[in-house]
């Protein structure tokens, strides 16, 4: 018997930098026991290239991305998702549509990368910063048991892991 994939979306307004990162890095960790989406709710339509040069530098395929609208994901035919993240808090506060499937859903908020001023090198740290947080969240949820773990129980642990600084 083959083990569950899991669907995991990540939510950002713009789905530039984000939910980009978070994908990639759900995607790469994952290691086929997660599949990784990522969603804006006004998403920008371009993907910021700090978002994929900083994948690149953690050796994280930075190939193929898109920004993208979440109602994608809510269409017939769409994944059935397992998991729904909030990566800021913009996005934290919208309406989001019904999912297929129920999944548990959590608040991850990061600070936005693409907000930051000050030099190319300052600019490519918060980004960096952003990356490492969204790691060291989802290397958490990746050490969960998941299948020992009940619905109840998971959530909570979902839910505490965005309360972790890093």
């Known amino acids: 018997m083959s083990e569950k994939v899991f669907n995991v979306l990540f939510i950002c307004t713009g789905n530039s930098a984000r939910s980009i990162m978070a994908e990639g890095l759900m995607t790469s960790l994952g290691q086929g026991r997660f599949k990784a989406y990522s969603a804006g709710s006004h998403p920008s339509g371009t993907v910021h290239p700090m978002a994929l040069s900083t994948l690149a530098k953690l050796h994280v395929p930075s190939e193929g991305f898109r920004s993208k609208n979440l109602d994608e994901f809510a269409q017939p035919g769409a994944p059935e998702l397992d998991f729904v993240f909030t990566v800021c808090d913009n996005a934290a506060g919208e309406i989001c549509p019904i999912w297929p499937g129920q999944p548990m ?3 991850w908020g990061v600070a936005d990368p693409a907000a930051a001023q000050g030099s190319d090198e ?9 990356a490492v947080l969204l ?6 949820m990746l050490s969960l048991p998941m299948n020992s773990l009940t619905g109840m129980s998971l959530q909570g642990e979902i839910d505490r892991i965005g309360r972790t600084a890093g």
């Open 135 to 140: 790691k060291r969240r989802i290397e958490l």
């Open 122 to 130: 300052q600019k490519a740290r918060a980004f960096m910063d952003a």
């Open 105 to 107: 859903t959590a608040h």
